[in-house]
């Protein structure tokens, strides 16, 4: 046991008469442990058999082996992991000084995409549910196109969230299966290059910095007027060929912080032809809130990220709940929404608020996770369900590995 000799040299050197009985063999998704040791992503699949070796009719030793499926390749792979993230509001929607959009948004440790990419003669998915993989295979498409690539791509979502919860599933799948694409292909091209090839990032430009950078990010929002890159209130899913906007703002987001998530078991937020009424209907928002909300950003938000105030960034989040856009989202919400995020900040929070058009709830905290957990939870009991939960910011953007 304390000697690096392999099992069969051992049974050789004292001639020990033996037979291996498999016991099982299956395919495991690897846990932390196992990321560090083999130097994958979590939940990447591991080949895992167990067997005794059998001696005089009596089991001698029993053994349990796991190794990366990685390690026995039979072609090129290029595995993505990406973080998801939260979207704390959108900045200007008046639009009345020539810009628009804007946005606020941190990345996140949980939940997240893993999914890997390989060569095929048709472009096909596997994994997940249906809207992934339609989401997949249409990034996959414009990728192929936008780098003039023969042939398919055969995509495996190993790990994913819910769609059109707040959370930017769709952007983090995009942006993973064009970046695969080009790792492929052998070309290297900039995430903002990605996202408009695949579509993503015309209103906001939180997510595509989530995939690029990680940690607290702030956009700069897009021309706005006849002539200019927009010429109307329109969700990202409506804006198809607008660049993603610049982030005029980047920081680490404190890695002693928490976030605590709470989606609760309601419809989907808003989508599709559904968002792009409430944006046509909503907009312009009154231009006092939207400077009212540049100044939370700009004197509060900013400084409480720089300084590590918790109090002061957390004033700022609870405010902007009230102001421009936000509070048009938050209005669409079902009356029970708002109710949870009180409870949240009662439970110890310095801020909570809604996620893009929800229904999920985030909380920051520096302490008392559990507290705020549990309230989080027994509130989604007594309100129909759904799921809570803890994540660590992520200051650092997508990773990808090529086996």
Same mark, same amino acid.
């Given at each position: 046991?304390?000697?690096?000799?392999?099992?069969?040299?051992?049974?050789?050197?004292?001639?020990?008469?033996?037979?291996?009985?498999?016991?099982?063999?299956?395919?495991? $998704?690897?846990?932390?442990?196992?990321?560090?040791?083999?130097?994958?992503?979590?939940?990447?699949?591991?080949?895992?058999?167990?067997?005794?070796? @059998?001696?005089?009719?009596? &089991?001698?030793?029993?053994?349990?082996?796991? #190794?990366?499926?990685?390690?026995?390749?039979?072609?090129?792979?290029?595995?993505?992991?990406?973080?998801?993230?939260?979207?704390?509001? !959108?900045?200007?929607?008046?639009?009345?000084?020539?810009?628009?959009?804007?946005?606020?948004? @941190?990345?996140?440790?949980? $939940?997240?995409?893993?999914?890997?990419?390989?060569?095929?003669?048709?472009?096909?998915?596997?994994?997940?549910?249906?809207?992934?993989?339609?989401?997949?295979?249409?990034?996959?498409?414009? +990728?192929?196109?936008?780098?003039?690539?023969?042939?398919?791509?055969?995509? %495996?979502?190993?790990?994913?969230?819910?769609?059109?919860?707040?959370?930017?599933?769709?952007?983090?799948?995009?942006l993973a299966v064009a970046r695969?694409?080009?790792?492929?292909?052998?070309?290297?091209?900039?995430?903002?290059?990605?996202?408009?090839?695949?579509?993503?990032?015309?209103?906001?430009?939180?997510?595509?910095?989530?995939?690029?950078?990680?940690? #607290? @990010?702030?956009?700069?929002?897009? *021309?706005?007027?006849?002539? *200019?890159?927009?010429?109307?209130?329109?969700?990202?899913?409506?804006?198809?060929?607008?660049?993603?906007?610049?982030?005029? +703002?980047?920081?680490?987001? &404190?890695?002693?912080?928490?976030?605590?998530?709470? =989606? &609760?078991?309601?419809?989907?937020? +808003?989508?599709?032809?559904?968002?792009?009424?409430?944006?046509?209907?909503?907009?312009?928002?009154?231009?006092?809130?939207?400077?009212? =909300?540049?100044?939370?950003?700009?004197?509060?938000?900013? $400084?409480?990220?720089?300084?590590?105030? !918790?109090?002061?960034?957390?004033?700022?989040?609870?405010?902007?709940?009230?102001l421009g856009f936000k509070r048009?989202?938050?209005?669409?919400?079902?009356?029970?929404? &708002?109710?949870?995020?009180?409870?949240?900040?009662?439970?110890?929070?310095?801020?909570?608020?809604?996620?893009?058009?929800?229904?999920?709830?985030?909380?920051?905290?520096?302490?008392?996770?559990?507290? %705020?957990?549990?309230?989080?939870?027994?509130?989604?009991?007594?309100?129909?369900?759904?799921?809570?939960?803890?994540?660590?910011?992520?200051? =650092?953007?997508?990773?990808?590995? %090529?086996?």
């Amino acid at each position: 046991m304390r000697a690096d000799i392999p099992i069969g040299k051992i049974l050789a050197a004292h001639r020990i008469e033996a037979r291996r009985e498999i016991l099982d063999a299956r395919v495991i $998704p690897a846990g932390a442990e196992h990321a560090g040791i083999f130097g994958v992503f979590r939940d990447e699949p591991l080949l895992s058999r167990r067997y005794q070796i @059998i001696h005089r009719g009596e &089991p001698l030793i029993s053994i349990e082996e796991q #190794f990366p499926y990685h390690a026995f390749p039979d072609e090129r792979r290029v595995i993505v992991e990406t973080p998801s993230r939260i979207h704390l509001g !959108l900045i200007d929607m008046h639009g009345g000084i020539g810009r628009v959009d804007g946005g606020i948004g @941190i990345s996140l440790a949980e $939940p997240g995409i893993l999914l890997e990419v390989s060569r095929a003669r048709e472009t096909v998915a596997r994994g997940s549910d249906g809207d992934a993989r339609e989401t997949a295979v249409r990034a996959a498409s414009r +990728a192929l196109a936008g780098i003039r690539a023969a042939g398919g791509v055969e995509i %495996v979502l190993r790990r994913t969230y819910p769609s059109h919860v707040g959370l930017g599933r769709g952007s983090q799948i995009a942006l993973a299966v064009a970046r695969g694409i080009c790792e492929l292909h052998g070309r290297s091209l900039p995430v903002r290059e990605l996202a408009r090839m695949v579509g993503r990032g015309g209103t906001s430009g939180i997510g595509t910095a989530a995939f690029e950078l990680g940690g #607290f @990010i702030v956009d700069g929002g897009h *021309a706005f007027g006849p002539g *200019a890159e927009k010429d109307g209130f329109r969700p990202s899913s409506a804006s198809d060929g607008v660049r993603p906007a610049p982030v005029i +703002a980047r920081h680490d987001f &404190p890695a002693d912080w928490r976030i605590v998530l709470a =989606t &609760p078991r309601l419809p989907a937020g +808003a989508s599709g032809a559904r968002e792009s009424e409430i944006f046509r209907g909503a907009c312009p928002v009154p231009l006092g809130e939207v400077r009212e =909300t540049c100044h939370e950003v700009l004197m509060r938000m900013l $400084p409480g990220i720089v300084e590590h105030d !918790l109090d002061l960034f957390g004033r700022a989040v609870n405010r902007i709940q009230d102001l421009g856009f936000k509070r048009v989202e938050i209005g669409l919400q079902p009356a029970a929404l &708002p109710l949870l995020m009180e409870e949240m900040r009662q439970a110890g929070a310095a801020c909570a608020g809604l996620s893009s058009f929800g229904p999920t709830v985030y909380a920051v905290i520096d302490s008392d996770a559990p507290a %705020v957990l549990r309230a989080a939870g027994a509130f989604l009991k007594d309100h129909g369900g759904g799921e809570a939960w803890v994540s660590a910011p992520r200051n =650092t953007g997508a990773a990808v590995r %090529v086996s």
